[in-house]
C-alpha cells in the first residue's frame, strides 16, 4: 500500500530523501539530544532536528535511569541521557539527519514541486516506514497524538485523503494534515461556542475539501490561532502539532509583496486577544505571518499550561525557527527563545525539561550557526515582516506603536514570565525598573552598541540590511538576552536550592552563552560580523556590540560563592581569553586582575574555586602563543595595571608550595584531576539544573578535594608553561637533523603528556598539533614585522623601572621623585610635569603624594598648585568638588598642610565657578576647612560629643564676607557629611570586615551552624564584583569615546619572547619545582618535577641564562642526594636518570653546569663500587663510614638504562661543539682532582674521572685542530697537575694515560710548522720538572723512550718537547736520571740528527746539551757534553738539511741564525751560567776558536748579531747589578769575574785584532764595554780594562782611521771626565756632624777587599752640585770611598796615556789634533790636582771629617799628568812632519805656561817638609829645562825674560843631579845666545 502510494504520487526514489527534502525524517520518540546532535547542528538541515522532537509521548520519554530532583548538584552531564530505547535503527536516522551539512555557499534545498500525499493512521505519530505505528497514550488521556510533519515516506490509513493542496510557493501538502485538525476543532464543544471559531474553521475545511487553500494561509491559519486562543487543552494540541507540520512544508510562507513592512513588526496582540482576524482591515500595518504564527504558539504557554500542550509549544517554535525557507527575526525570534526558556523553568515534567533545554540549545546553534552559512549570500526568502526593508533613521509614530505592542504583550505574561524575559526585547522600549542593572540595559541597539567601528566611515544613510546582517543582529539579541539573564541576582534561598527558578535560570543561561562560545567563536572574531543600528544605521563589530554584556555577566557571576555558577563562569572566561583576547584585551586585564587572581590569592576562597581556576590556567599554559601573549601585553604594557603573567607564576609557583600537613594522607587523592572519573550522572538532574555538558568543558568533580590535589594541580600548571615556553621558544632552534626528533618529542609532551598530567586540552591547540603534526606549529616561521623583541624588551624595561620608581616613591616621595625624573619617566623636573604624573599614575600611595604635596618649600608647593589645577571642579557642588579634590590624595595631619591644600582648593573652585554663594575665596577656603573638620567629627569613633547642625551652622556664621551663608546650603552641606563620609574609593573597597572569631564561650555558641569563611568570601566577593564593573563602566565611556590607544593587541611570533618570560619567572619556577620534589615520595609528582626540570633547563641552556642555569642544575644535582647514599630513595634515582638525560640532550649549552653533572656521574660509580662491596676510600668524611644505599636503590643504579646514560655522557662528546667540550673538559678535570684529592695517599686511589679524561681525548682526538688545541689546554694542565700528585699511583695512572694517548696522537700526521705534538707532549716535561719522585721521573724517560721507538718517524714538533724533558732531567739530583736522559740524548744526536735538523728542534737540541754541559753535580757528563756540543759544528756543516758547507762562501743571514747561533749561544750560555771552572773555560775557548776558525764564513749582519747577542752580553754585569742575580754567592761572582770574564775580554781584544777589518763597524761597542770595565769601583777590574785597551790600541795601531782615533780620543776624554773627584771640593762633606767622623764608622767592605765586585762609577759634573744636601755618616763614607777609587783611576787613566804615547808606533800614528785633545785632558787633570793640593784649608777640612788619616793630597796625579804634558808637548813641538808643524803656535800656548808654573811651584818647595814633593817634580824640571835648551835661537831668545829669572832662581836651591845638568845646559844657551860666550866654529 505503501509503495503504490508512493508510486501514484510520483515521488521521488527512496535515496533523494536527504538531498531533495528540508524536512527531516525520524520517528517520533523521546528527544535524544546528544552531544553531537548540539555541537554539529549547525551543518544539520534545522527541520530536521526539528522533526526530532517528541510530542507528548511522556512515558516513553522518561528515560530508565532518571533520578529524582534531589539528585541534581549542578555537575556537567553527558547529553545523551539514555539512548537504550531507541532501537538502531532510529539511532542511524538521527545520525543521518545530524550528517547532512548545509554548504555555507548553498540556498536550502527547497522541497520539490510535487510531493507524495501524506497517508496519516489516525492514532500515530509513527512515520518512519521500517517500524510499524503503535498507538500509546499520551499523559494517561485517550486523545489522539497530534501528527508530526513528514515527507513521502508516511504510511496512510485514510483511503479518502488523497489529494494535496499546492501552497504559493509550489509546494504541496497533504490535506489530511489539515482537514484532521479542522475536524477536531468542529468536533469540539468550544467551536459550538464561539462562532468566529467554527466558522473560520468550517470555511478552512471547506477551502481544503476543494484543494482553494494553498494560497491563502492566513484563512487556513485562522482556525488553528482561534482554537489556540480557547485555551482548550484538547485543542491547542491539536492546533499547534497541525501548525508545526504546515510550518515544516513551509505553509505559512507568504510572497515576498508582504514583505515591505517595517522592522520590528508590530505585536498581534494589539487589538486584543479576539480581533486579530480584522487587523487587515486597520489602518495599522498589518503583521507578517510568520509573526502571527510565533505570537500564537508563544501566547499558548504560560504558567498554568498543561504539559502536553507546553511539549506541542517547544515542537511548532523549534520548527518555525529551525526553518530552512521561513526566517524569524528580532523580536519574534525572542519571543520563541523566551517561550522555550520559560517553558524549561516552569514545567515540573522531566520530558519537557529535557525536549526544552534540548530545543533551546538548537535554537541557539542555529541562530549562530546561520549566521556562517549565509556569510557573503543575501537571500530574499520567506521571513518575518522585520527582515529586508530599510530601517528609518528615527523613530517613527510607527515604530512606537509597535514598542507599545510588545510591551503589552510583555505586561500580559505571567509575573515569573515577565521576570524572566523582561531582557529579552531588545530594540524596543524596556522598562527601567525590570532590569537589573539600568546602566546596562539600554532601548535601542544604537545605544547599547560602543559608537565607533571602521566600516562606519564607509556607510550609507539609509542601508539595506541583507539576511546576513539580519542573521547577525538575531544573533546579538539572543546573546545579549542570555548574558541578561545570567546577571539576575540570587537571593541567598535560590543559592542554596539548585532546584529554585533563579538558580535553573542563571545556570542555564550560563551554559547557553557558554555553549555559543565554545561552538561560534568564529562569529566573535570575525571583523566582518557588523550590527547596524536601527536608528543611525552605525556599524559596529559584533565582538564589540556583546563586549560589555559578556564581561558584565562574568563580573557578577565569577564571584558567585555557588560552585556550578562559578564553574561555568570559569570556563566561559576561558573561552574568552582563549578565543577573544586580540579583542579584549583590557577586558581581560580587569576581569584576571580584579576577580580570578584575587580569588587564587584569598584565604575565604574554597578549595574548589582554587582548583577551578588552576584548571583553566592549566589550559592557557598549554596554548604556547596564549602564553606569550599574556607576558607582551600585560607584563610589557606600561598601562596595563599589573604583570599578570608575573604575577601569575608566582602564585602558581606557591600554591605548588602549599606546606604539607601530617594528616593529609596521599591516598585520600585522585590520582589527578586531569585523568576524570568514569561516573554516570543522570540526565534529569542535567536538566533540571539547566547544565549542558559543552566539549572541551573541565571536568569538575574531582577538583578541589584536598590541598594535596590543589598542590599537584599547581604542579601541573607550572609544568605545562615550561612545556609551552619549550615548544614556543626553542622549535625554531632546531637544525633539520634535531627537528625529527622534536617533533616526536612535541608530540608526545602535548599530546600524551598533557593528557596525563594536566586538565583537558584545549580543542584549539588539538587543531593545531593536528593539522601541523609538529610543534613548529604553534608559532609561525617568520616572524611579524611588528613583533619587535627589543621593543618589547625595553617597554617591559620601562615597566619595570616605573615600577621600581612607584616603589620608591611610596618609600619616600622626594627619592622616588628624583629616581623617575632622572630615569625620564617623568618628562621634565617642572611641577607641572610631576604633579601630571602623580594625578595620573596608577600605584602611587595616595597618603605619600599628600605627604609630598603638602611639604613646606616653595618647590612642593608649585608641585602641589600645578597638581589642584590639573582638577577640574566646574559645574559641581562644593561638597561634590571636594569629594572630587580629596580621591586625588589622602590629606596629610598637620593643620599647615592642611590650610595649604584648602587655600589652593578655594582658588581653583572660585576661578572654576562663577554662580556659587561665596563672595571670595576666603569663604570657600573657610568652609572647606570646616568640612574637612565637620567630616572628622562626624565619623571618628575616637570623639564622643559629635558636632550638630546648630553648632556646624555657628561655626561658620559670617564667613562670606562678613555675612553668613544661605542656612539651607549649610544644613545641606551638613547632612551630606553626616550621610555619607567623605572616603577615598580604595579605602572603602579595603574596609571589608571579615567575620572574626573572638573568644569565649557566647562567641562560639553564636557561631554555630555559621560558615564563616563563605561569610568572609562573600563580603570580598562583593566588592570585587562592584569595582570590577566600576572599572568595566569607566572602559566602556573611554572607548565609546573612541580612546582605544592603548587597547592595541599584539600577537606574538617571535621565540625570542621566551627569554625575558623565563627570566622574571625562574625563581617561582624554581621554588615551584624543588618544593614538591623534596616533600613528596609520589614517583607521579616527582616525574612532573623532573619534566619540570627538564624543560626549564632546556630553556635556559638555549637561551644561555647562566645564573639561571647554573641554579636549576644545581638545584637538581642536589636532588640525585649522591653525597649521602644512606638517605638516597627512589625519586633519587629517577633525578640521576633526569640528570643524565638533561646532560646527553644539553651539553652544548650547559657551560659551567657541567660541574654539577660530572660530579654526580662520578658520586654515582662511586655508589656503585660502594654498593658493589669494594672498599673506596673517602677522605672527606674521617672517622665517619657512609651508609650504604638500599639493595634495590643500588641494583638501580647499576641497571641499564643509568649505566647507559652515564656512558652515553661521555661517548657522545664528540658531538659536543667546539666552546662545549671545553667546557665540558675543564668541569671532568675538576671533578677529577676532588677525586684525586679525596682519595689521599691510598693503595687504590679514585681515578675514575680521569679514566673518563682519557677516553674523552681518544673520543674527541679527530677534532679539528683548533678545538683540539683549546681542549689539550685544559686536558694538558691537569695532567700537568695529576702527573705530579704526592701519590705515585695516581701520578703513574696518569703517566701511561698520557703515553697511550701520546702513542695514539703520534699516529697523525702533523704538517710542517704546527706545533700540536710540542703542546700535546708538555705534561712529559712539566712532570720531570716538578715531580721529585725519582720513580716518576724515570717513568717519564721510559714513555719517551718507547714513543721514539715505535712513533720516531711520525715525531715532528714533538722533538722540541723531548729535548725540553732531557734538559729538565738535566737538573735533576738523582744521578741515573740525568744519565739516562744524556744517554737518550747521545743516541738522538747520534742517529736522528738529520731528522732533529728537518723539523726545527736543531736549537732545542743544542740547548738540550747545553744544559747538560751545566751541570756541576757530574762534571763527566758535562765534559762530555761540551765535546758533543763541539762536535755538532762539523755534523752541522756537513749535513745537507743543514746547508752549511765551509766553501761556499758567506751564508744566508737566517741559516746563520737557525744553524750556527744556537751553538754558539750554547757556549755563551755555559760561559755564563756553567758552574764548573774547567768547563767554563773549555766554552771560552771553544767559543772563540769556533769563531776565529769559522768567522771568516759570517755575513757582516750575523756578526752584528754575535757581538750583540753573544759578545758583548758577557759583560753586561758590570752594566747592570740585575744581572749579578745568576751567582749564589759573591764568591762565585769573583771567581768568574777574575778568571771567565778577565779571559773572555781578552780573548775579545784578540778577536776583534783578529777580524779588525769585520769588527771595526763595532768599534764604538768595544771601546763602550772598555769604559765600562775601567769605570769601577773595583780597581783590578779598571787595571784590566786599561790593560786592553792599551793592548787593543797598540796592536790595531796602524789599523785605525782618523775617526777612529777620534772615537778613542773621546772615549778618554770621557774617561778623565767621568773619574775626575770633583765631590772634594763639595763644602757639605766638610760640615761637621754629631755622629762622629767617617773613620769612626766599622768598614763593612774589609771582608770584601780581595773579592772582585762590579760598581759602575756615575760621572758626577765638572762642578760641585750648588745645593747644600744633608749627607749621613754612611752616605759621607760611600762618598768619600768613590772620591778615593776615581783618584786612583784618573792616576791610572794618566799612567795608560803616558805609556801609550811613549809608544813610537801610537804616537806616530794619532793625529796631532786629537793629541791635543788628549793633552787637553791631561792638564785638566793636572790643574784640577795642583788647585787641590796648593787648598790647604780644604785638606784640612777633609783630613778633620775623617776623609783620610792623613792630609790628603793629589801629588802624584799633578806630578804625573804634568810630566806627560811635558814629555809629549815637547815631542810634539820639535815634531818635524807638517801637521805638527802647523799645530806648533797651539803646542806652545799649552808648553809654555805650564812649564813656567812648575819652575815657580818647584822654586817654592821647602826642602824639610816637602822633600815628596821635591822628589816628585825633580824630573818633571829636568825635562822642563832640557826642552828649554832645545828651542831654536828665535823662540829662547823670545822666552828668555820669562825662564830667565826662574833658571837663577833654582840655583838658590840645594838641587838633584839631572836639574844640575839642565841648568848648565840653559846657562851655556843663554850665553851663546847673548854673545856672551863665542861660539866656536867646528
Request: net charge negative; charged share 20%; with cysteine.
Amino acid at each position: 500500500m505503501v509503495d503504490d502510494t508512493v508510486t501514484e504520487s510520483g515521488g521521488p526514489p527512496t535515496n533523494s530523501m536527504v538531498d531533495e527534502e528540508p524536512v527531516g525524517v525520524c520517528k517520533e520518540k523521546p528527544i535524544v539530544v546528544d552531544a553531537d546532535a548540539i555541537h554539529e547542528v549547525e551543518d544539520a538541515p534545522p527541520s530536521a532536528v526539528a522533526a526530532a522532537l517528541p510530542v507528548d509521548d511522556t512515558d516513553e520519554a522518561r528515560p530508565a535511569s532518571s533520578s529524582p530532583l534531589s539528585e541534581v548538584a549542578g555537575e556537567h552531564v553527558e547529553t545523551a541521557p539514555d539512548v537504550s530505547h531507541v532501537s538502531q535503527p532510529e539511532v542511524q536516522n538521527i545520525d543521518t539527519f545530524v550528517e547532512v551539512p548545509l554548504s555555507s555557499k548553498q540556498v536550502p534545498p527547497t522541497p520539490p514541486e510535487k510531493s507524495p500525499r501524506l497517508q496519516l493512521h489516525r492514532g500515530s505519530t509513527d512515520v518512519h516506514p521500517a517500524t510499524p505505528s503503535t498507538p500509546e497514550k499520551a499523559n494517561g488521556h485517550d486523545e489522539p497524538r497530534p501528527q508530526t510533519p513528514s515527507s513521502a515516506y508516511s504510511s496512510s490509513s485514510a483511503a479518502s485523503h488523497k489529494r494535496s493542496i499546492t501552497i504559493s510557493k509550489g509546494y504541496t501538502v497533504s490535506v489530511v494534515l489539515i482537514s484532521s485538525a479542522l475536524e477536531i476543532i468542529l468536533a469540539s464543544k468550544e467551536a459550538k461556542r464561539s462562532t468566529a471559531l467554527r466558522e473560520s474553521a468550517h470555511n478552512a475545511l471547506e477551502m481544503i475539501r476543494v484543494g482553494q487553500g494553498g494560497d491563502r494561509p492566513r484563512e487556513i491559519f485562522e482556525p488553528l490561532r482561534l482554537a489556540c486562543e480557547t485555551r482548550s487543552e484538547k485543542l491547542m494540541i491539536a492546533s499547534l502539532d497541525c501548525i508545526s507540520k504546515l510550518i515544516s512544508y513551509s505553509f505559512f510562507a507568504e510572497p515576498s509583496s508582504a514583505q515591505t513592512l517595517p522592522s520590528p513588526p508590530p505585536s498581534p496582540a494589539l487589538q486584543g486577544r479576539h480581533s486579530i482576524a480584522g487587523t487587515s482591515q486597520s489602518s495599522l500595518p498589518q503583521p507578517s505571518l510568520v509573526d502571527l504564527v510565533v505570537h500564537t504558539v508563544t501566547t499558548c504557554h504560560n504558567d498554568t499550561s498543561p504539559e502536553t500542550v507546553s511539549l506541542q509549544v517547544v515542537k511548532a517554535l523549534l520548527s518555525i525557527v529551525l526553518s530552512p525557507t521561513i526566517y524569524v527575526h528580532h523580536s519574534s525570534l525572542l519571543k520563541a527563545v523566551r517561550t522555550v526558556y520559560n517553558v524549561f523553568l516552569l514545567s515540573t515534567d522531566l520530558v519537557n525539561q529535557m525536549v526544552a533545554q534540548g530545543g533551546l540549545t538548537q535554537m541557539v546553534h542555529h541562530i549562530f550557526a546561520r549566521c556562517r552559512s549565509l556569510d557573503g549570500i543575501t537571500l530574499r526568502s520567506h521571513v518575518s515582516s522585520d527582515t529586508l526593508t530599510s530601517i528609518p533613521a528615527s523613530g517613527s509614530p510607527r515604530t512606537d506603536i509597535q514598542n507599545n505592542a510588545v510591551e503589552n504583550l510583555t505586561a500580559e505574561a505571567s509575573p515569573l514570565e515577565s521576570a524572566v524575559d523582561m531582557t529579552l526585547h531588545p530594540g524596543v522600549s524596556i522598562p527601567p525598573s525590570s532590569v537589573h542593572d539600568p546602566d546596562v540595559a539600554q532601548e535601542t541597539i544604537s545605544h547599547a552598541l560602543p559608537a565607533t567601528h571602521e566600516a562606519a566611515e564607509n556607510e550609507h544613510t539609509a542601508r539595506e540590511l541583507s539576511t546576513h546582517d539580519m542573521f547577525i543582529k538575531d544573533a546579538f539579541l539572543v546573546f545579549r538576552a542570555l548574558c541578561k539573564l545570567t546577571m539576575k541576582p540570587l537571593n541567598t534561598e535560590s543559592e542554596r536550592d539548585l532546584k529554585s527558578h533563579a538558580m535553573r535560570s542563571k545556570l542555564l543561561s550560563l551554559h547557553l552563552v557558554l555553549t555559543i562560545l565554545n561552538s561560534h567563536m568564529a562569529l566573535f572574531i570575525d571583523s566582518k560580523a557588523i550590527i547596524y543600528s536601527s536608528s543611525t544605521n552605525e556599524a559596529t563589530t559584533f565582538v564589540q556590540a556583546v563586549n560589555q554584556y559578556l564581561c558584565l555577566s562574568l563580573s557578577r557571576n565569577a564571584v558567585s560563592p555557588v560552585p556550578q555558577v562559578f564553574e561555568v563562569s570559569v570556563e566561559i572566561f576561558w573561552r574568552v581569553l582563549s578565543g577573544m583576547r586580540t579583542k579584549l584585551k583590557k577586558e581581560i586585564e580587569v576581569l584576571l586582575h580584579e576577580i580570578f587572581v584575587p580569588i587564587l590569592e584569598m584565604k575565604s576562597s574554597t578549595l574548589k574555586q582554587k582548583a577551578v581556576i588552576i584548571g583553566m590556567l592549566s589550559r592557557l599554559c598549554q596554548d604556547p602563543q596564549a602564553l606569550v601573549e599574556i607576558y607582551l601585553n600585560y607584563d610589557c604594557d606600561s598601562g596595563a595595571i599589573d604583570n599578570i603573567y608575573e604575577h601569575l607564576m608566582n602564585i602558581i609557583s606557591k600554591i605548588a608550595t602549599l606546606p604539607y600537613t601530617s594528616s593529609q594522607q596521599k591516598t585520600n587523592d585522585p590520582a589527578s584531576p586531569a585523568l576524570p572519573p568514569q561516573t554516570k550522572s543522570s540526565a534529569s538532574t542535567a536538566h533540571v539544573s539547566g547544565a549542558l555538558a559543552v566539549s572541551g568543558t573541565m571536568d569538575t568533580s574531582t577538583m578541589g578535594l584536598s590541598e594535596g590535589q590543589l598542590r599537584r594541580q599547581g604542579l601541573e600548571c607550572l609544568v605545562a608553561v615550561l612545556r609551552s615556553l619549550v615548544t614556543w621558544g626553542t622549535a625554531a632552534g632546531k637544525t633539520p637533523a634535531e627537528s625529527a626528533t622534536a617533533d616526536t618529542a612535541s608530540r608526545s609532551q602535548i599530546g600524551e603528556e598533557v593528557a596525563a598530567d594536566a586538565m583537558t586540552p584545549d580543542p584549539s591547540l588539538d587543531g593545531l598539533i593536528a593539522s601541523a603534526g609538529s610543534t613548529e606549529a604553534f608559532r609561525q616561521s617568520t616572524p611579524d614585522i611588528a613583533d619587535d623583541p627589543s621593543r618589547f624588551e625595553s617597554a617591559k624595561q620601562k615597566k619595570t623601572t616605573l615600577l621600581e620608581g612607584i616603589k620608591k616613591f611610596n618609600f619616600k616621595p622626594k627619592r622616588g621623585i628624583q629616581f623617575l625624573v632622572e630615569t625620564e619617566l617623568i618628562p621634565g623636573s617642572s611641577p607641572r610635569d610631576i604633579a601630571g604624573f602623580l594625578l595620573t599614575t596608577d600605584g602611587l600611595s595616595k597618603s605619600m603624594i599628600g605627604e609630598y604635596l603638602g611639604e613646606g618649600d616653595e618647590y612642593n608647593v608649585a608641585i602641589m598648585h600645578a597638581f589642584v589645577d590639573f582638577l577640574d571642579f566646574r559645574n559641581l557642588g562644593f561638597v561634590d568638588a571636594v569629594r572630587v579634590f580629596l580621591q586625588a590624595f589622602r590629606l596629610p595631619g598637620e593643620a599647615q598642610k592642611i590650610d595649604r591644600f584648602m587655600l589652593k582648593f578655594a582658588e581653583r573652585y572660585i576661578a572654576g565657578n562663577a554662580q556659587t554663594p561665596f563672595k571670595n575665596a576666603d569663604a570657600a577656603y573657610i568652609l572647606a576647612y570646616s568640612i574637612i573638620l565637620l567630616n572628622t567629627d562626624a565619623h571618628s569613633p575616637q570623639i564622643k560629643n559629635r558636632m550638630t547642625k546648630a553648632d556646624f551652622i555657628k561655626n561658620n556664621r559670617g564667613i562670606n564676607d562678613g555675612e553668613s551663608l544661605p542656612e539651607e546650603f549649610l544644613s545641606a552641606i551638613f547632612h551630606d557629611i553626616q550621610g555619607n563620609e567623605i572616603r577615598m574609593k580604595d579605602e572603602v573597597d579595603a574596609t571589608i570586615n571579615l567575620p572574626s572569631m573572638g573568644p569565649g564561650l557566647a562567641n562560639v555558641l553564636a557561631n554555630v551552624g555559621r560558615d564563616l569563611q563563605k561569610e568572609a568570601y562573600v563580603m570580598q566577593s562583593n566588592g570585587m564584583a562592584n569595582k570590577t564593573e566600576a572599572l568595566f563602566r569607566t572602559l566602556m565611556r573611554s572607548q565609546r569615546r573612541g580612546s582605544r590607544a592603548g587597547d592595541q593587541y599584539f600577537s606574538a611570533s617571535h621565540f625570542i619572547h621566551v627569554r625575558p618570560m623565563f627570566e622574571v619567572a625562574w625563581i617561582p619556577f624554581l621554588a615551584g619545582l624543588s618544593g614538591p620534589l623534596q616533600n613528596t615520595d609520589d614517583l607521579e609528582i616527582v616525574d612532573l618535577c623532573l619534566d619540570g626540570f627538564k624543560n626549564a633547563i632546556h630553556i635556559v641552556c638555549f637561551f644561555d641564562l647562566d645564573l639561571e642555569r647554573n641554579a636549576f642544575v644545581s638545584t637538581l644535582a642536589k636532588f640525585t642526594f649522591l653525597n649521602n647514599f644512606g638517605e638516597m630513595k627512589t625519586k633519587n634515582m629517577d633525578a640521576i636518570k633526569t640528570l643524565l638525560d638533561i646532560a646527553v640532550n644539553e651539553g652544548n649549552n650547559l657551560k659551567g653546569s657541567w660541574r654539577d653533572v660530572l660530579s654526580c656521574v662520578s658520586q654515582l660509580e662511586h655508589m656503585q663500587l660502594i654498593s658493589g662491596g669494594v672498599e673506596v676510600p673517602d677522605s672527606g668524611k674521617k672517622g665517619r663510614s657512609k651508609k650504604l644505599p638500599a639493595e634495590e636503590l643500588a641494583n638501580e643504579s647499576r641497571s641499564t638504562h643509568i649505566t647507559v646514560a652515564a656512558d652515553m655522557v661521555f661517548s657522545l662528546s664528540h658531538y659536543l661543539s667546539g666552546t662545549a667540550i671545553v667546557d665540558f673538559a675543564r668541569a671532568l678535570c675538576d671533578v677529577s682532582w676532588e677525586e684525586i684529592q679525596s682519595s689521599g695517599i691510598s693503595q687504590h686511589p679514585r681515578l675514575f674521572s680521569l679514566q673518563k679524561l682519557v677516553e674523552i681525548s681518544y673520543y674527541n682526538m679527530n677534532r679539528i685542530r683548533l678545538e683540539w688545541s683549546n681542549l689539550w689546554d685544559i686536558l694538558g694542565e691537569h695532567f700537568n697537575q695529576v702527573c705530579c700528585h704526592s701519590n705515585p699511583h695516581v701520578g703513574s695512572f696518569a703517566l701511561d694515560s698520557l703515553r697511550q694517548l701520546s702513542m695514539r696522537f703520534l699516529e697523525k700526521e702533523e704538517l710542517p710548522h704546527f706545533k700540536f705534538q710540542k703542546d700535546f707532549l708538555k705534561p712529559f716535561e712539566y712532570t720531570m720538572v716538578h715531580n721529585a719522585n725519582p720513580d716518576i721521573r724515570d717513568m717519564v724517560l721510559q714513555c719517551l723512550q718507547q714513543m721514539i721507538q715505535a712513533r720516531v718517524q711520525n715525531m715532528r714538533s714533538g722533538w722540541r718537547t723531548l729535548f725540553g724533558v732531557f734538559s729538565a732531567a738535566s737538573k735533576v739530583l738523582t744521578e741515573r736520571i740525568a744519565n739516562s736522559a744524556f744517554e737518550i740524548v747521545t743516541r738522538l744526536n747520534k742517529e736522528h740528527f738529520t731528522a732533529i735538523v728537518r723539523h726545527g728542534a736543531f736549537a732545542d737540541l743544542t740547548v738540550c746539551i747545553t744544559e747538560f754541559c751545566k751541570v756541576s753535580k757530574y762534571q763527566k757528563i758535562s765534559l762530555l757534553a761540551i765535546g758533543m756540543l763541539r762536535g755538532v759544528i762539523p755534523v752541522m756543516l756537513t749535513c745537507p738539511e743543514c746547508a752549511l758547507s765551509p766553501g761556499v762562501g758567506p751564508q744566508g743571514d737566517d741559516i746563520m741564525i737557525r744553524f750556527w747561533f744556537p751553538v754558539l749561544f750554547g757556549f755563551y750560555d755555559i760561559i755564563m751560567n756553567g758552574e764548573d771552572l774547567e768547563v767554563r773555560r773549555l766554552a771560552l775557548d771553544s767559543l772563540f776558536s769556533t769563531l776565529k776558525t769559522y768567522g771568516s764564513s759570517f755575513t757582516v749582519e750575523f756578526w752584528d748579531t754575535v757581538c750583540k747577542e753573544i759578545l758583548f752580553p758577557i759583560f753586561a754585569v758590570l752594566k747592570s747589578s740585575q744581572d749579578m742575580s745568576r751567582f749564589n754567592t759573591q764568591e762565585d761572582m769573583s771567581v768568574w769575574l777574575s778568571t771567565t770574564m778577565i779571559q773572555a775580554l781578552r780573548d775579545l781584544i784578540d778577536l776583534y785584532t783578529f777580524f779588525y777589518d769585520t769588527l771595526e763597524r763595532f768599534l764604538d761597542g768595544l771601546l763602550e764595554l772598555l769604559c765600562v770595565c775601567i769605570c769601577q769601583e773595583n780597581d783590578t777590574l779598571a787595571r784590566i780594562g786599561t790593560s786592553c785597551l792599551q793592548q787593543f790600541l797598540e796592536n790595531n795601531v796602524q789599523k785605525l782611521s782618523a775617526v777612529q782615533w777620534e772615537r778613542v780620543a773621546a772615549t778618554f776624554v770621557k774617561l778623565y771626565r767621568t773619574t775626575t773627584p770633583h765631590q772634594l771640593f763639595d763644602d757639605s762633606l766638610r760640615e761637621e756632624m754629631d755622629g762622629g767622623t767617617v773613620s769612626d764608622l766599622p768598614d763593612t767592605n774589609d771582608s770584601n777587599d780581595q773579592a772582585i765586585i762590579p760598581a759602575p762609577l756615575s760621572p758626577t759634573g765638572d762642578q760641585p752640585q750648588p745645593q747644600q744636601v744633608k749627607h749621613t755618616l754612611g752616605d759621607r763614607r760611600r762618598i768619600f770611598k768613590q772620591i778615593i777609587v776615581k783618584c786612583v783611576l784618573q792616576l791610572l787613566l794618566i799612567e795608560t796615556t803616558n805609556d801609550l804615547l811613549r809608544n813610537d808606533a801610537v804616537y806616530t800614528t794619532i793625529p796631532p789634533e786629537q793629541l791635543l785633545r788628549l793633552m787637553g785632558v791631561l792638564d785638566h787633570s793636572y790643574q784640577f790636582a795642583r788647585m787641590f793640593n796648593d787648598d790647604k784649608e780644604l785638606r784640612t777640612g777633609l783630613w778633620k771629617v775623617g776623609f783620610m788619616k792623613h792630609l790628603p793630597n793629589l801629588l802624584k796625579q799633578e806630578s804625573s799628568s804634568a810630566a806627560t804634558l811635558v814629555h809629549i808637548l815637547l815631542r810634539m813641538y820639535f815634531d818635524e812632519r807638517p801637521e805638527h808643524q802647523n799645530a806648533r803656535p797651539q803646542i806652545a800656548e799649552r808648553l809654555l805656561p805650564l812649564g813656567l808654573s812648575v819652575l815657580q811651584d818647584y822654586i817654592k818647595l821647602r826642602a824639610d817638609t816637602q822633600a815628596k814633593n821635591i822628589t816628585a817634580w825633580t824630573p818633571v824640571v829636568a825635562e822642563i829645562l832640557d826642552g828649554f835648551c832645545r828651542f831654536d835661537n828665535k823662540a829662547f831668545v823670545r822666552y828668555l825674560p820669562a825662564i830667565y829669572p826662574l833658571a837663577t832662581g833654582l840655583l838658590a836651591r840645594d838641587v838633584a843631579p839631572e836639574i844640575r845638568l839642565g841648568l848648565k845646559m840653559y846657562f851655556e844657551r843663554v850665553g851663546r845666545t847673548q854673545g856672551i860666550v863665542v861660539v866656536e866654529a867646528s
